[in-house]
């Protein structure tokens, strides 16, 4: 919400049909966006200036340049997940914001928000992908199917990446955690790319090799 308030953010096209802004907004730099949310951590930690923080947006992706220019010590874990799974399951989600912005179009409005992000998220990828190799004992990569299969794995490597030790009561809580599943209390998230129109592949396609290089196709039951 800090980086929106600059009105140079993806946050205002995922949420409402305006073509000429986000073409726009793409060919912008959000440098001072960047700079006013340092600013605005900094204002808030002022007292504990010893304190890690963990800012979590999927969105420093697209802009890994920015976030280690404006945070040089900063350490960045990248999640990665199938897009024929991640980019409908994020639509379905934004998709619910729809009438706060915009009323009817429901079905045409999410089939060009599935096809925006796919691109816009493919985007992100090549361009991190290039940032990457200037730091890359910076980054460290969790694959979401990885993290379903042994997620106490997963942490340790975290934890190791971050240089911090993993206290047995946290690791404990964890371990209840996950063996108690508090998520599935709330119904499972449908969603399905054939109610649009579209296919994995289509999806996938910009891309590129994406995918395979991180082994993350997903087969639908």
């Known amino acids: 919400m800090l ?8 946050l205002w096209t995922c949420s409402w049909s305006a073509a000429s802004y986000d073409a ?7 440098r001072p966006a960047y700079e006013f949310y340092r600013d605005c951590v900094k204002l808030v930690g002022m007292y504990e200036p010893g304190k890690r923080w963990l800012l ?5 992706i697209e802009n890994l340049d920015l ?3 404006v945070f040089p010590e900063a350490r960045v874990i990248q999640t990665h997940r199938d897009p024929a799974k991640a980019i409908p399951s994020l639509v379905s989600l934004l998709i619910k914001s729809h009438p706060v912005f915009e009323t009817g179009r429901v079905e045409q409005r999410a ?21 990457r190799q200037r730091y890359a004992n910076r980054v460290v990569d969790v694959v979401h199917q990885d993290f379903h299969q ?10 190791q990446f971050i240089d911090l ?18 998520e599935m209390a709330h119904g499972a998230h449908r969603y399905s790319l054939a109610d649009h129109g579209l296919t994995a592949e289509q999806i996938r396609d910009p891309f590129g090799h994406y ?4 082994d993350m196709r997903e087969i639908s039951p």
């Open 111 to 131: 089939r060009i928000m599935l096809l925006r992000e796919a691109a816009k998220w493919a985007n992100a990828v090549h361009k991190a992908d290039v940032v």
């Open 165 to 182: 030790p993993l206290p047995d009561t946290t690791r404990a809580a964890m371990i209840a955690r996950v063996t108690a599943k508090p």
């Open 67 to 69: 976030l280690f220019a």
């Open 56 to 60: 979590k947006n999927p969105g420093h």
């Open 211 to 214: 995918v395979e290089r991180f």
């Open 150 to 159: 042994d997620p106490l794995g997963v942490v340790d490597r975290i934890y």
């Open 24 to 30: 726009w907004w793409q060919c912008q730099s959000e």
């Open 3 to 10: 980086l929106r308030q600059s009105f140079v953010s993806n």
